[in-house]
């Protein structure tokens, strides 16, 4: 996700709640990405993602609310280009936001490898890969409540790392953490800039 950097550090796997944590797979500012996985019974086994808020930023209000209206506005949409929520829960005072597992790669990652080994992305490879990107967008722009009302949901960070490429072609949008939605409970301050500066 967006501002996320690979660690390869020393990492031990553990216990989280329900959920058994076997690799971290990114570290950002405020929160850190693990794969995880979520056991059941005769051998039933679910490979997820968990989004662990960093313990500095637990304590700060209005980035717990961010951090909760990231899970309220992706818990509502159901579309195959978006990735799933599953549950926001909190585990020992750490907060956390359980989500899908795609195996493949942010789009970033997928095109700093093409331009590594110097071989651009097809035209319809990026053609087909910003389609499906619209396809998601789309539906969330036109999501509404239980109402009927319209939740005005708008992304507002579409960039390579907030968009999964998995190796089965899907291709899924992640990261809501600054969307704008009209059931927001934090407001944008006017001048404030959200999402990539790039």
Not at 81 to 106: H, W
Request: aromatic share 10%.
């Amino acid at each position: 996700s967006r501002g996320y950097l690979e660690v390869s550090n020393m990492f031990k796997p553990h216990q989280f709640g329900k959920y058994y944590l076997t690799e971290r797979l990114a570290m950002g500012g405020m929160a850190e990405l693990f794969k995880a996985k979520l056991y059941g019974i005769s051998g039933f086994e679910k490979p997820m993602v968990l989004k662990q808020i960093l313990p500095q930023y637990a304590r700060n209000g209005d980035f717990l609310k961010m951090f909760i209206d990231e899970a309220k506005i992706a818990v509502q949409l159901s579309h195959g280009n978006i990735v799933p929520i599953y549950e926001l829960g909190r585990v020992d005072n750490v907060f956390f936001i359980a989500m899908e597992f795609v195996d493949g790669k942010n789009l970033a990652q997928v095109r700093d490898r093409a331009r590594a080994q110097q071989r651009p992305l097809s035209m319809e490879l990026a053609l087909y890969i910003a389609i499906e990107i619209c396809k998601g967008l789309g539906y969330a722009h036109r999501q509404t409540d239980a109402e009927g009302q319209a939740l005005d949901v708008v992304h507002r960070d579409i960039s390579p790392p907030n968009i999964m490429v998995g190796y089965q072609g899907q291709v899924k949008i992640t990261d809501f953490g600054i969307a704008k939605a009209r059931n927001k409970i934090v407001d944008t301050h006017t001048g404030v800039l959200k999402g990539t500066a790039a």
